[in-house]
């Protein structure tokens, strides 16, 4: 992606993580992505966004797909940020020492996010809050371990009555 980019780089840091070994170096979720890497002996992360967030969701018409596709973005930017956010504290991302843990980061990507759209509360917000909620229940309903362990840890913070209150919120 950095070379797609003509990003210039010296090399990329690998994520050690707790849950498994050699995942990628970038942490991600829905459809957007953050690679972290080196230039001139500093840290740097870069933040990518994909363009179709909707597959699959072409019985919409283009204004509605638009929209949705949109405000699916504006959320994988946000989480996004917040890993970036996580980077530079290195909290949960810790590229000095190598101890990244994942799922933590992932939680704190979340919560961050749910966050962010309570504290600027706008209609935009609001519904983009529903939709991350909507987003989260689903994953904790879901066989795949890795996704019901972040919902899991956002719940415990944030509760899930408040969640759902938010998914049916608007
Ligand atoms: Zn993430």
Do not use: P
């Not at 970038?26 to 992360?45: D, I, L, P, R, W």
């Amino acid at each position: 992606m950095l070379e797609e980019q003509g990003i210039e780089f010296d090399n990329i840091i690998t994520m050690k993580t707790a849950y498994e070994s050699n995942r990628e170096e970038s942490t991600k979720v829905a459809a957007g992505y953050t690679f972290f890497y080196f230039y001139k002996e500093s840290a740097h992360a870069a933040v990518s966004i994909e363009r179709e967030m909707l597959t699959g969701k072409s019985d919409l018409d283009k204004e509605d797909y638009e929209y949705l596709n949109d405000i699916r973005k504006y959320l994988a930017l946000i989480h996004e940020i917040a890993h970036v956010k996580d980077f530079r504290l290195k909290r949960n991302i810790n590229w000095v020492t190598g101890k990244t843990d994942l799922i933590k980061a992932e939680i704190f990507a979340e919560i961050s996010t749910l966050k962010y759209l309570t504290k600027n509360s706008s209609i935009y917000n609001k519904y983009a809050r529903k939709l991350y909620s909507e987003r989260l229940i689903d994953y904790l309903n879901c066989t795949d371990i890795y996704h019901r362990e972040i919902a899991m840890g956002v719940t415990k913070k944030l509760t899930l009555k408040k969640l759902k209150q938010w998914a049916t919120a608007i």
